[in-house]
């Protein structure tokens, strides 16, 4: 490998999936800080799997001190919550910049943000039941729902979005019939755990599927028409139109709900987040899906 490639390799613009889809938090502080603890980890040879693995620990550690009603035992979760973020932006970029890119590493890396929030809402709830009694978990589990679809779409709107920049080798945009059939034809022995994945993987993108059937629509007749070679004035229009949107997806994503859910901590009244949730994110959500809809009608019609 000559050094101008290897240059290229390891830059910080390199270990990004695109500047389109990053979010101004992210660019400014988190992958710049992921960038450094990415080569810190190429150097002394751990995987990106193992970084996402330290994540998950920290994450959950983070959730644990958010149960005490001591505001700074909810700093050092909140530093811990920053730091598993920290890892999180780092396990992609290390896996960018040495290929280190493979379906355990997906499924890790999707599953880790749900530990997170597991032990973040069941120690909100376990710290609020003596006040509110049950009745917090049901919150917490309405709540949790809504969050996993607004993650969802999110992230699927993200990897639409990287598809038609940078195709299918510079995105992870899949759909749930091909995931379903390699499901299908691949044994249970030997393939016990990549089984496991691709079930829930083809359920996750199936339920990512039947929240746009619009866009099912548009990208069904964009590829019986002209099939894995799309028109690029028809790839930019779809960018430009989708380019607007990717600051909800960021928005939906981690750094805004992490920042009502430290505000929530910092004033004690830690439900707020949920409500959060519940009211602001899932304004954001419809209004996305409406206008990443209208988006693939009006493209759909054009084709």
Request: net charge positive.
């Amino acid at each position: 490998m000559n050094a101008d490639n290897r240059k290229k390799i390891i830059s910080l613009e390199g270990s990004l999936k695109s500047t389109d889809t990053e979010e101004y938090i992210d660019l400014l502080f988190y992958r710049p800080i992921g960038y450094r603890w990415a080569l810190l980890f190429n150097k002394i040879r751990v995987s990106p799997n193992q970084v996402t693995i330290f994540s998950i620990f920290l994450g959950v550690a983070a959730g644990v001190m958010f149960y005490f009603n001591d505001i700074w035992y909810n700093i050092i979760g909140m530093c811990l919550l920053v730091w598993a973020n920290m890892y999180d932006s780092a396990d992609g970029q290390l896996a960018r910049m040495t290929g280190q890119k493979s379906e355990v590493g997906r499924m890790l890396d999707g599953i880790s943000g749900d530990f997170w929030f597991i032990s973040i809402y069941a120690a909100i709830c376990l710290r609020l039941m003596p006040e509110y009694s049950w009745y917090i978990w049901l919150l917490a589990a309405i709540t949790g729902f809504f969050h996993s679809k607004q993650a969802a779409m999110a992230d699927y709107y993200r990897n639409i979005h990287l598809f038609f920049l940078k195709g299918k080798a510079g995105s992870e945009f899949d759909n749930s019939k091909q995931q379903r059939a390699l499901f299908r034809s691949m044994p249970w022995k030997g393939n016990r755990v990549r089984k496991t994945f691709l079930w829930f993987y083809g359920s996750y993108t199936a339920s990512q599927e039947k929240s746009s059937p619009c866009f099912q629509q548009f990208f069904s007749a964009l590829r019986n028409k002209y099939g894995e070679t799309m028109p690029e004035t028809l790839s930019q229009e779809f960018r430009a139109g989708s380019l607007p949107l990717m600051k909800y997806t960021n928005i939906l994503s981690f750094n805004t709900r992490v920042i009502a859910l430290f505000v929530s901590l910092f004033i004690g009244m830690p439900w707020l987040y949920f409500v959060f949730e519940l009211t602001v994110l899932n304004v954001l959500l419809v209004y996305m899906v409406v206008r990443h809809e209208s988006l693939s009608s009006r493209l759909y019609k054009k084709l």
